[in-house]
């Protein structure tokens, strides 16, 4: 059984920082891509940012610059440091972990999600 747990979120003012982390645990052999998504009332669950096990990184165009995602292979840990938040960037933000390889097979997990409001 593998789980995604994320931690760090919580509510902070317009132009300040958090740091979300996600830790998956369980059985797992390697983990090809984590990423975090995020979803705000309303709208659809988008992409915010990927890094594979090479360390490669994509962004969304909205977070350029402002987040920085990284990855702890060794933890199986994946960490979103956002800055210069805005009032936009309140939402539910998902840990992904993609092409995890467990005993039997190679799956795709979800975390339970943790809040960002940014106050304006």
């Known amino acids: 059984q593998v789980q995604l747990v994320e931690s760090g979120g919580g509510l902070v003012q317009a132009g300040g920082s958090l740091r979300l982390s996600c830790a998956a645990s369980?059985?797992?052999?390697?983990?090809?891509?984590m990423g975090w998504y995020r979803q705000a009332p309303g709208k659809q669950r988008e992409l915010v940012a990927t890094?594979?096990?090479?360390?490669?990184?994509n962004y969304s165009d909205s977070v350029k610059g402002r987040f920085t995602i990284s990855r702890d292979k060794d933890k199986n840990t994946v960490y979103l440091q956002m800055n210069s938040l805005k009032h936009e960037d309140t939402a539910v933000y998902y840990c992904?972990?993609?092409?995890?390889?467990?005993?039997?097979?190679?799956?795709?997990?979800w975390g339970q999600g943790t809040q960002v409001t940014v106050s304006s």
């Open positions: 369980g059985s797992i052999f390697s983990i090809s891509y």
């Open positions: 992904n972990a993609d092409g995890v390889v467990v005993d039997l097979g190679v799956y795709d997990y």
């Open positions: 890094i594979t096990s090479g360390g490669s990184t």
